[in-house]
Antibody, heavy 119, light 110 residues
Framework: QLQQSGPGLVKPSQTLSLTCAIS??????????WNWIRQSPSRGLEWLGR?????????DYAVSVKSRMTIKPDPFKNQFSLQLNSVTPEDTAVYYC???????????WGQGTTVTVSS | QSALTQPPSASGPPGQSVTISCTGT?????????VSWYQQRPGKAPKLIIY???KRPSGVPDRFSGSKSGNTASLTVSGLQAEDEADYYC??????????FGTGTKLTVL
């Protein structure tokens, strides 16, 4: 199960930060990756990035957000987080944390967090 | 990476079958056997219903089936039921460790 937390309102140019707490699994397991996906009326569903552990931590990001986004796993708290810098109103969306594979699909979703970027 | 193309809407009466298409390119749908489909009901997170083009996760009714030909993948819902009314999204591995979704199709059960 994935439980998301974080603010629903962020000002333009600031940093969007969300956390996803994991229960019943481990962020350090090698049974899948930990992803962030967002959904908005204008951009639809958009995969943002992932992290996974396989002897080392690995990270992949979508080209559209690569320069602004960081995913951080926290094995001690068994959670992972999203930081998106320099947000604009275009970043307004429902953000989901998701466990899954780029090959075999995204099979465990968080409840979603609606984030609005507005002054 | 551009979104995969789906028809905005599809519909059918209860008991009938409906097929939703998902068109990409040889760089995504046509290039890999990693197409997935998701069902999303209003206000809920998407739910995985098909992966690796044709496979169903445990608990997904066999009324849902997937296929692929060239750069186009398809989802068929047989024996339509009222509960199947939802938005459906395809997705594909793109290579370079990237993933893309389709534009989405609203399925209406008449």
């Amino acid at each position: 199960q994935l439980q998301q937390s974080g603010p629903g309102l962020v000002k333009p140019s600031q940093t969007l930060s969300l956390t996803c707490a994991i229960s019943g699994d481990s962020v350090s397991s090698n049974s899948g990756a930990w992803n962030w996906i967002r959904q908005s009326p204008s951009r639809g569903l958009e995969w943002l990035g992932r992290t996974y552990y396989s002897s080392n931590w690995y990270y992949d990001y979508a080209v559209s957000v690569k320069s602004r986004m960081t995913i951080k796993p926290d094995p001690f708290k068994n959670q992972f987080s999203l930081q998106l810098n320099s947000v604009t109103p275009e970043d307004t969306a429902v953000y989901y944390c998701v466990k899954g594979s780029l090959y075999y699909g995204m099979d465990v979703w968080g409840q979603g967090t609606t984030v609005t970027v507005s002054s | 990476q551009s979104a995969l193309t789906q028809p905005p809407s599809a519909s059918g009466p209860p008991g009938q079958s409906v097929t939703i298409s998902c068109t990409g390119t040889s760089s995504d749908v046509g290039g890999f056997h990693y197409v997935s489909w998701y069902q999303q009901r209003p206000g809920k997170a998407p739910k995985l219903i098909i992966y690796e083009v044709t496979k169903r996760p445990s608990g997904v009714p066999d009324r849902f089936s997937g296929s692929k030909s060239g750069n186009t993948a398809s989802l068929t819902v047989s024996g339509l039921q009222a509960e199947d009314e939802a938005d459906y999204y395809c997705s594909s591995y793109v290579g370079g460790n990237t993933y893309v979704f389709g534009t989405g199709t609203k399925l209406t059960v008449l």
